[in-house]
């Protein structure tokens, strides 16, 4: 695998210390010139570019790369919360971003996931639904940046529901499913999980779970509802 390319130099001890532990080569770069000078024969893999202390250089890096002759892909942007507002208007600058407070829990996902679909580097099995990603090898969860601090059998209820969003299961299937065929629980130990997800979900991302009435729970929407 070719390096990932890192902004700035030197680059978030956080951001080095999570790339080095998930085995992903990588190399930091001062500025546009830089990034040309030390690009590799085959490209870069991908670019991490943190706008937290120099916003105008990030955001100048990320027009730049976008607009080469091939434009680099995945490119992960960093933030910081209170600079959401200055993403509008620039969502062609990248292809996703995190906030910086959720490194290291969130970087190796939201990586591993833009990776994945771009075809390039290892992959990793993870779980991406809106705000919610899921890495199945590290049993990590996080919401719009923010790590969930879940039991085993919260996280083993909401990875079912987020591997099939859209579909509605009963109480007694997500047992089954959930908990095993020889759990001998009632249908109140479902409902007492998913009033717990909610909570830790948090008001905002509560509605990812649905209650559908007399028949049981939804996760989203599936994938090709309008």
């Not at 990034?35 to 085959?42: M, Y």
């Not at 075809?119 to 199945?136: F, M, Q, S, T």
Request: with cysteine; aromatic share 10%; charged share 25%.
């Amino acid at each position: 695998m070719e390096p990932l390319l890192c902004f700035p130099d030197p680059p978030v001890t956080q951001l080095a210390k999570a790339l080095d532990a998930a085995g992903y080569p990588w190399m930091s770069v001062t500025d546009v010139e830089a990034a040309k000078r030390l690009e590799p024969e085959d490209g870069w893999a991908g670019a991490i570019v943190s706008a937290v202390e120099d916003p105008d250089g990030a955001f100048g890096l990320c027009r730049s790369l976008r607009k080469r002759e091939t434009s680099l892909t995945p490119l992960l942007l960093i933030i910081e919360a209170h600079q959401l507002a200055e993403l509008e208007l620039r969502e062609d600058l990248f292809d996703d971003f995190t906030i910086a407070s959720s490194m290291p829990d969130e970087i190796e996902a939201r990586l591993g996931h833009l990776l994945w679909r771009t075809g390039r580097g290892k992959r990793h099995d993870v779980i991406a639904y809106g705000p919610l990603a899921l890495n199945l090898e590290t049993y990590q969860a996080v919401v719009a940046g923010r790590p969930l601090d879940l039991t085993f059998m919260e996280y083993e209820l909401l990875r079912f529901l987020a591997a099939h969003p859209g579909k509605v299961f009963t109480r007694e299937v997500l047992l089954s499913r959930v908990w095993g065929y020889e759990y001998f629980g009632g249908a109140r130990t479902v409902d007492v999980h998913i009033r717990r997800l909610r909570a830790k979900l948090g008001e905002e991302h509560a509605h990812l779970i649905e209650t559908v009435r007399s028949v049981g729970y939804r996760f989203g929407r599936a994938r090709w509802a309008p």
